[in-house]
């Protein structure tokens, strides 16, 4: 169990982002977030575990095609977004909560016994601020707008024509998400714009290491991969044998391809 036994639901964002699926679909949506939520914010992801979580049936197959978008799966486990988010801040709460009780207890106790006491533990507890206590839960996620989000797309889209990587055709809830998320980590559209153009300098993620393995918007916007990425992790690497080929015009590889070609248009003396 989580040790939050209550689930908040925002009825207008939870209708808003349902509002193409049926009755029998919405149903199936709400029973994984429950169960996820009070299995510490993950299910694992079996199809069979996660019919029997909505208790479908048959009908499980379209069910779920219509409804796994809304979550993200790594390292064998479904995530929500939204719900990982309002399941932190619900800790996060409960441990301030828990923390005031404490002290409160502490000051309860000595005013029975040291009247001076209890009063030096009141000033300490005054001076536990707001400022202090919104270090200790974590900042709220400042959501960008609609119209930010779009721009960022745009230029992912626009590098994306350039370097080969699939483009975004549909910003999904889930996609919404991990975007403003991913806004977050960096700190602003103009810093994603950044990464997203280190990215498209990446040997790796472009697709120029011999693997035919490209990136993509999704895996990008994964916390641990776009992590990396702002690490450096994917960075081009001059000392690298497999990559010193695959640079641009006038790289060493380059020059060596056009003594070749001088030394094989000689002609014999």
């Known amino acids: 169990m989580s040790g939050t036994p209550f689930m908040p639901l925002w009825v207008g964002d939870f209708l808003l982002k349902t509002g193409d ?55 064998g486990r479904i995530t929500n977004p939204r719900l ?71 230029h992912f889209n626009a590098v994306a024509g350039r370097v080969g990587w699939s483009q975004v055709q549909r910003l999904t809830p889930t996609r919404q998400a991990a975007l403003s998320h991913r806004i977050a980590d960096c700190g602003g559209q103009e810093a994603w714009r950044d990464a997203i153009d280190r990215a498209a300098l990446s040997p790796l993620l472009t697709g120029q290491t011999g693997r035919g393995w490209r990136a993509d918007f999704d895996w990008l916007c994964k916390a641990e991969n776009f992590t990396k990425l702002m690490e450096g992790n994917y960075d081009p690497r001059p000392d690298n044998p497999r990559t010193a080929h695959q640079r641009g ?8 391809v056009a003594a070749f070609a001088h030394v094989a248009g000689r002609e014999p003396h």
């Open 21 to 75: 699926l049926d009755a029998r679909e919405t149903g199936a949506y709400l029973l994984l977030l429950m169960a996820m939520w009070s299995r510490d914010g993950s299910l694992p992801s079996d199809q069979k575990k996660l019919q029997r979580v909505a208790k479908c049936g048959r009908e499980w197959p379209a069910v779920w095609g219509a409804i796994g978008h809304y979550f993200n799966e790594e390292d």
């Open 84 to 154: 990982t988010e309002e399941l932190q801040k619900a800790r996060a709460k409960r441990e301030v909560n828990q923390h005031n009780g404490g002290r409160g207890g502490r000051a309860k106790a000595l005013k029975n016994k040291e009247p001076h006491l209890a009063n030096a533990v009141a000033k300490s507890c005054q001076s536990y601020s707001e400022s202090e206590r919104e270090e200790e839960i974590g900042k709220p996620i400042s959501r960008p707008k609609a119209e930010n989000l779009t721009t960022c797309i745009d």
């Open 249 to 256: 015009p006038g790289g060493p590889h380059d020059s060596m």
